[in-house]
């Protein structure tokens, strides 16, 4: 059973960092496809950043050159840096897996993700 544990949201100032955790269990796939997602209150969920088996990042416009996904293989550990955070990055954060070697030509399509974590919560105040 694939299990997803997220963790690593608090709360920060605008223009502060955070390093978000995906600890991934289960899995059958070495390297398999795996993407943040965020879902800010009355807003639908969007796809944050997605990486595939052989180190291929994509990232929404909004987030690109603030944050950078990565992964521990050994530690089978995702992971998502988060700077110069802003308002309205204010969200709960899910990590997604699926069970792929690559992301698909629309990677940050959660539908295509069959897995997720519980979420955890990024608050940005000014």
């Known amino acids: 059973e694939v299990q997803l544990v997220e963790s690593g949201g608090s709360s920060v100032q605008a223009g502060g960092s955070l390093r978000l955790s995906c600890a991934a269990s289960?899995?059958?796939?070495?390297?398999?496809?795996m993407a943040w997602f965020r879902q800010a209150p009355g807003k639908e969920r969007e796809g944050v950043a997605v990486?595939?088996?052989?180190?291929?990042?994509a990232y929404a416009d909004s987030v690109k050159g603030r944050f950078t996904i990565s992964r521990d293989i050994v530690k089978n550990t995702l992971f998502l840096r988060m700077n110069s955070l802003k308002p309205e990055d204010t969200a709960m954060y899910s990590c997604?897996?699926?069970?792929?070697?690559?992301?698909?030509?629309?990677?940050?399509?959660?539908?295509?993700?069959?897995?997720w974590g519980q979420g955890t919560q990024v608050t940005a105040s000014s």
């Open positions: 997604a897996l699926r069970e792929s070697l690559y992301c698909g030509v629309r990677p940050l399509n959660g539908a295509s993700f069959g897995y």
């Open positions: 289960g899995y059958t796939i070495s390297r398999p496809c």
């Open positions: 990486i595939d088996a052989d180190g291929t990042t």
